[in-house]
């Protein structure tokens, strides 16, 4: 069966770096899209990142642009996201995301991980 | 990118109908027919439903349906039983500059 499995979250203070993992298992990982995606703490879902199959697009939310980069190693099966400084709103459980297809940017997304909290705080 | 509109909650007793509206615009849900909508129940990761306005991901009962007119996609549920008490949020396609946006998300009660 399917199975994503985050981790690398944490505590950072604002200004700081964190980078996400997520292992892939149950499915040919090399063959679909894989996203990111957060939600705050009690609040409402956000998009913020794609990668095709093959690591050749990127795509992100405005707010990350330039901060934050997706990435991908499909020997390893594992899905990565570098963050980079970081804010207080970046606080949010931070979800990997299986996509039905291998490119493209629209979510479609079939399957999730747990998740894995981010807190930015001093 | 601003957020996808939907109902903060919505309600209805066994065994009837509710649906859900997700208002955007011509440069979203009107412009591209990749709407998907999830569920979410309390402390636990969203499931697909609906993807691509209506179409239903294997396993998911047929008492999920989706639609879409204009600028405002539909989720209704048919049927309702008490485990489909949860949030449910609309996503769409915005383009490549900022491909993707959810829906500010409704709160279903099963009275």
Redesign the interface.
Known sequence: QVQLVESGGGVVQPGGSLRLSCAASGFTFSSYSM?W?RQAPDK????VA?ISYDGSNT?Y??SVKGRFTISRDNSKNTLYLQMNSLRAEDTAVY?CVKD?GRSG??????Y????TLVTVSS | ?S?LTQPPSASGSPGQSVTISCTGTSSDVGG?N?V?W?Q?HPGK????II??VTKR?SGVPDRFSGSKSGNTASLTVSGLQAEDEADY?C?S?AG?N????????TKVTVL
């Open positions: 996203h995606a409402g879902l956000e998009w794609v795509y939310t405005d979800y039905l940017s629209y979510l479609r997304g079939d999730w991980g747990q998740g | 990118q957020a591209y990749y998907s999830y979410q990761a969203p499931k697909l993807y691509e991901p949020y996503s396609y490549s900022n491909p993707n946006v959810f829906g500010t998300g």
